[in-house]
């Protein structure tokens, strides 16, 4: 199961690989989980080589300590990026900005159309 407040450390591209990355993790005294994503999970079915992710999960206060395990495991080209919280918080910024624009503009057409009415 993964952590609460997890993030993606790093993602394998077999079942077999993440299990043996959780593993590693868990005996290191990380918490980690894994699941799969791909079209076939998303329906309920097998996992398709090549076309499922395994992302690998690990609570977010150990990220560092989590990198290093899978690092000297894997190497570092399969872990995930570092989480940009600067860019996460500016795109939920832009977002809220669109939805209170669409819906000023949609309340604005409501108003006219009431006008125009009558």
Not at 7 to 20: C, G, L
Not at 45 to 69: C, I, K, N, Q
Not at 85 to 112: D, Q, T, W
Request: aromatic share 4%; proline share 5%.
């Amino acid at each position: 199961m993964p952590p609460r407040n997890s993030v993606a450390v790093a993602r394998a591209s077999d079942a077999i690989t993440a299990s043996i990355w959780v593993d590693a993790l868990r005996r290191a005294g990380i918490d980690a989980g894994v699941f799969e994503r791909s079209e076939s999970a998303a329906l309920g079915g097998a996992a398709m080589p090549g076309f499922s992710v395994f992302p690998v999960l690990v609570d977010r206060e150990h990220l560092g300590t989590a990198r290093s395990v899978i690092a000297d495991l894997a190497g570092a080209s399969v872990l995930e990026p570092l989480p940009d919280h600067e860019a996460e918080h500016a795109s939920r910024r832009r977002a809220l900005l669109f939805a209170a624009v669409l819906v000023g503009a949609i309340l604005v057409a409501g108003l006219l159309a009431r006008l125009a009415t009558g």
